[in-house]
């Protein structure tokens, strides 16, 4: 009788905790409807631009789904640094030069390859003439993944940390007595940000340095513009880690949010091929803040891009922040109007 007790308060519960209930039941099921969208896929089929090269080799390609671009000179090494293509490949003297894009060691081994069988076909004393534009031969597809790790795990680790403190301070009293005095909401916040972003700038500091000098993740850009990324990388995790904690009741209820905040990022940041999906999915990606993080730390760790390149990811996650600061402060409504 008592183990029947427990069992109907815990039911009773959960009854009441419809937050829960649905993160449970809702949770997986968008985890797995987006791993579905992304792991069953068309093939990757290699972007190749053409500059010269035998009609029978661009057929041979073409036989492979390849999907040929020709170009002429001026543009198609333009198209290949926007990264519009895989590769550039230019017959000289009746060799082919091939010029990878090379940021992605796994489609540039697809177009090596395919390059190779073609040029097999036509005659065994074709050798392929190959360079990168950006990366190595033999590049370690860690060096691929590094960037968006880094963006990641100072994203994750700060919005859990700095949610469930912000939730503490909540539950133990300590924001209500702060709410009691003559501070204005917005100084209340802009206050618990820069004290908790302190933390979380050396945090993400002494993350970018480790994987870039002790775990020598390819480093070809600058790296005090990977500090920049990585700081706002880390406040835009803390203030939606904030916006989120305002819902949350108490640690386990911020946990719940994971799969809702983080997990749909991890898909959409550059760790899985979406070239593959339909372009409307792909568009989703567009709506996340790891996907501007991966972008930028990507072009300045892997293809060694400077400030003009990344203007453009730095502008989204500045917007993100203050519009989640914006938040923060009329979330706060909830306790005090002031």
């Known amino acids: 009788m008592r183990v029947k007790a427990i069992m109907i308060r815990i039911l009773l519960q959960l009854r009441h905790d419809k937050r829960t209930i649905c993160l449970m039941i809702f949770a997986p099921i968008l985890v797995l409807t987006l791993m579905s969208f992304i792991f069953d896929g068309s093939d990757y089929h ?7 090269a035998p009609i029978s080799f661009v057929n041979k390609l073409e036989d492979n789904d390849v999907k040929i671009t020709r170009y002429d000179e001026s543009d198609a090494y333009d198209a290949l640094k926007f990264s ?28 090596i390859k395919l390059t190779q069988s073609a040029t097999s076909q036509l005659t065994s004393a074709l050798k392929p003439d190959i360079t990168y ?3 190595y031969e033999n590049m370690a597809t860690f060096d691929n993944f590094g960037p968006i790790l880094i963006g990641f795990f100072v994203f994750f680790f700060v919005f859990l940390i700095s949610g469930v403190a912000f939730l503490g301070e909540r539950t133990s009293g300590t924001l209500e007595r702060i709410l009691a005095t003559p501070l204005r909401r917005w100084e209340i916040v802009i206050g618990y940000i820069l004290g908790f972003g302190v933390f979380t700038i050396i945090q993400s500091a002494l993350i970018a340095w480790f994987s870039i000098n002790v775990l020598k993740i390819m480093m070809v850009g600058s790296f005090a513009l990977v500090l920049l990324i990585t700081i706002l990388t880390a406040m835009v995790a803390l203030t939606i880690g904030m916006f989120i904690s305002a819902f949350a009741n108490n640690e386990m209820q911020m946990i719940q949010f994971i799969p809702i905040i983080i997990v749909p990022q991890v898909f959409f940041s550059g760790l899985f091929d979406l070239s593959t ?34 203007t453009f990811d730095v502008l989204i996650l500045i917007l993100i922040c203050i519009f989640f600061i914006i938040a923060n402060i009329l979330v706060l409504k909830k306790y005090r109007k002031i």
Do not use: C
């Not at 290699?46 to 010269?52: A, Q, R, T, V």
């Not at 996340?288 to 390149?309: E, F, H, Q, S, V």
């Open 46 to 52: 290699p972007k190749i631009g053409i500059i010269n």
């Open 84 to 111: 519009e293509v895989d590769a550039i490949i230019n017959f000289k003297s009746g060799v082919p030069n091939i010029t990878l894009e090379g940021s992605d060691p796994s489609k540039s081994q697809a177009v």
């Open 133 to 135: 534009l950006y990366g």
């Open 277 to 310: 999906m339909a372009p409307w999915l792909q568009s989703i990606g567009h709506f996340m803040p790891l996907w501007y993080i991966a972008d930028a730390l990507r072009n300045i760790m892997i293809r060694g891009k400077g400030w003009n390149d990344i």
